[in-house]
């Protein structure tokens, strides 16, 4: 067997970033040999049999044609879980995270079992990550598509919370049989707008389409969500949703509109402003 096979020359050979590269072969060691990353340096030496060889490169190829690792691999990392990813959700970013935290402020406030709903969940992330790092609550957790609800559904019960966890498919609210009240109502929907230059960049070009932008100006799911939100939030619940960085001003505006008071504007680690979160009045 060539040399050129070792851990590794394939590592120093590609032209893929390093950090990149080390994820992708990581995923093939344990795939292949049930190997821990860290044999990427305990055992650089060691030269890749065929089939693992055959599916280094493939990874490789897919990514430097742009895929996103997080498919490619189908799992990412989003605060305190794993989970399965594939190309019929948006994949987690850090940025949203900002949404649990804030959901997990208030569920600590409450000091009480919590009702949360989480509207366009895809993979889960949201409500499952409040789910796990909140055991008193219970999770609703709505999105139209059906591909998107079936990758929710494996991660919940990946994650042994399928029993906290309820998913209902439909347009937002819509995805409910009745009205009910929660303490808490989340959502990262799509607010790219239609034409936006971000879309044909990046990871971008290869999520769903529904999930980045509403096919208008970028503010419309936002709206819905604010607009519709009273019959659904308990007296003194809080909504928060996450929105573009250039339209903090204008959810704050459909928050006030929709007469929710204490609004606050959320940064996240970057300093972009996020999210917006606005209560419901206690009277």
């Known amino acids: 067997m060539s ?30 040999y049930q190997l821990p990353r860290s044999a990427l340096l305990s055992r650089d030496e060691m030269e890749l049999n065929p089939q693992a060889l055959e599916q280094w490169r493939n990874l490789e190829l897919k990514r430097l044609s742009g895929e996103p690792i997080a498919y490619l691999v189908g799992k990412r990392g989003f605060h305190e879980i794993e989970l399965y990813v594939a190309p019929g959700v ?43 790092s909140a055991p008193q609550v219970l999770v609703t957790a709505t ?5 998107a609800l079936a990758i929710a559904n494996i ?5 042994g919370l399928s029993n906290r966890v309820q998913f209902a498919q439909g347009s937002w609210y819509g995805a409910l049989k009745e009205v009910i ?4 109502i989340l959502s990262n929907p799509p607010y790219i707008a239609a034409g936006d230059t971000h879309l ?27 607009s519709q939100v009273d019959p659904y939030l308990k007296l ?7 929105h573009g960085f250039d339209q903090s001003e204008a959810i704050v505006n459909l928050m006030k509109v929709a007469q929710l008071e204490e609004i606050q504007v959320h940064r996240d680690l970057a300093g972009h ?11």
Do not use: M, W, Y
């Open 3 to 32: 040399t050129n096979t070792t851990l590794r020359s394939l590592l120093s050979g590609t032209t893929l970033p390093q950090n990149e590269a080390k994820i992708l072969l990581a995923f093939v060691l344990e795939k292949h």
């Open 90 to 132: 948006l994949i987690p970013r850090p940025e949203t995270e900002i949404l649990i935290e804030i959901a997990l402020r208030e569920i600590q406030k409450l000091n009480r079992p919590a009702n949360i709903l989480d509207l366009g969940t895809g993979s889960g992330a949201i409500a499952l990550a409040i789910a796990h």
């Open 143 to 147: 999105d139209q598509s059906l591909e």
């Open 155 to 159: 991660n919940a019960e990946q994650l």
């Open 181 to 184: 009240q929660f303490d808490v």
């Open 200 to 226: 044909n960049e990046g990871d971008l070009r290869f999520e769903p389409a529904s999930a980045l932008t509403d096919g208008a100006g970028g503010l419309s799911c936002l709206e819905t969500i604010i």
């Open 236 to 242: 003194g619940g809080l909504v928060a949703v996450e």
């Open 273 to 283: 402003c996020r999210a917006v979160s606005g209560r419901k009045s206690k009277s």
